[in-house]
């Protein structure tokens, strides 16, 4: 979880279940932050003046996805990979996915996750279950450097007020509170393939509980996306590498399970119309390689052809 999302206040403007304001105070008091002013100015102002511009015309004008294209919606680390895991749903014949976030915090993470998977429902018909996962006390004592204790410490990011964010939650969600070790892999049991996992987002910080809430990924392949959208939210934090952190997770996860790899999403800065975003390197797929819809004995009900141009 970014030290940012400590002091989000939770606005009416994200719980799901009302409109929000055409106005969106939310989205004006996060831009006059310090920290988001300078990520504006260091990942939005390099980009070309054009696209800048067309960003202006989008915002007033655009579709959901023309603003999910364009990075204009709020946490567009989620906002990217909801909508892929919908389209991917659509291609696979899904009608429902699981969305899940480790590391809940103060609720604004969550909440604006609510209001996103509605967004996209109502762009692509795709309905989701939403689950947040948190110790609900704060974070535990580092256990050594690899959970870079430089940045994070005992009591950081405890929930301020679980009833409250519990209310505030949309039907389709739930919060899940206790130690991850022992809630993800129950939960990854739970899954059914009604309702396959289609993104998590980790962002608990430290190596120690991503360590614990991977397994989250290690239940039937037939209980996810062929490809799952990993977002890892503190590998943006120095001291992150595949000796520490979250990217040590990782480097361990790979390690001890043949079928399933997390990997760098391929090729994904080339796909996205806006570059310089921080979240493009933070963002990863969960390769599901013992999916069925990865198994040679799938067949699609058509044939891909190529035509030939230079033929007459």
């Known amino acids: 979880m970014s030290t940012s999302d400590q002091t989000v206040p939770l606005p009416a403007s994200l719980v799901p279940h009302r409109r929000a304001p055409r106005a969106?105070?939310?989205v004006l008091r996060r831009l006059l932050q310090r920290e988001k002013l300078q990520k504006v100015f260091v990942e939005r102002l390099t980009e070309p003046l054009h696209l800048n511009l067309l960003s202006a015309f989008v915002a007033l004008f655009g579709s959901y996805r023309a603003?999910?294209?364009?990075?204009l919606v709020v946490r567009q680390q989620y906002a990217f990979p909801i909508l892929y895991a919908a389209d991917a749903a659509r291609r696979y014949g899904y009608k429902k996915v699981t969305l899940v976030e480790l590391g809940v915090a103060s609720g604004a993470g969550l909440l604006?996750?609510?209001?996103?998977?509605?967004?996209t429902t109502r762009a692509t018909g795709i309905e989701f279950h939403i689950v947040g996962f948190d110790g609900g006390k704060g974070m535990p004592p580092a256990i050594d450097y690899r959970d870079l204790p430089e940045h994070f410490q005992q009591g950081d990011f405890p929930m301020i007020d679980f009833a409250a964010l519990k209310r505030a939650l949309p039907s389709n969600a739930e919060l899940i509170i206790g130690d991850v070790a022992e809630t993800a892999p129950a939960f990854a049991k739970s899954l059914t393939p009604d309702a396959p996992l289609g993104f998590v987002a980790v962002d608990v910080d430290y190596y120690s509980a991503a360590k614990?809430?991977?397994?989250?990924l290690s239940g039937a392949a037939e209980n996810y996306l062929p490809l799952v959208p990993v977002y890892l939210d503190d590998i943006g934090m120095d001291g992150n590498s595949p000796w520490s952190g979250e990217l040590l997770a990782v480097a361990e996860f790979n390690a001890e399970n043949d079928m399933r790899k997390i990997a760098p999403f391929t090729l994904l800065r080339s796909r996205r119309i806006f570059k310089n975003t921080q979240w493009i390197d933070r963002m990863f797929a969960a390769h599901i390689h013992d999916h069925p819809y990865r198994s040679p004995d799938h067949r699609r009900a058509t044939k891909w052809v190529l035509g030939n141009e230079y033929l007459k």
Do not use: G, H, Q
Not at 67 to 71: G, L, Q, R, S, T
Not at 112 to 119: H, L, T, V
Not at 212 to 216: D, E, F, N, Q, T
């Open 24 to 26: 969106n105070w939310y």
């Open 67 to 71: 603003k999910v294209a364009f990075d």
């Open 112 to 119: 604006n996750k609510c209001r996103i998977a509605e967004r």
């Open 212 to 216: 614990a809430s991977l397994p989250i």
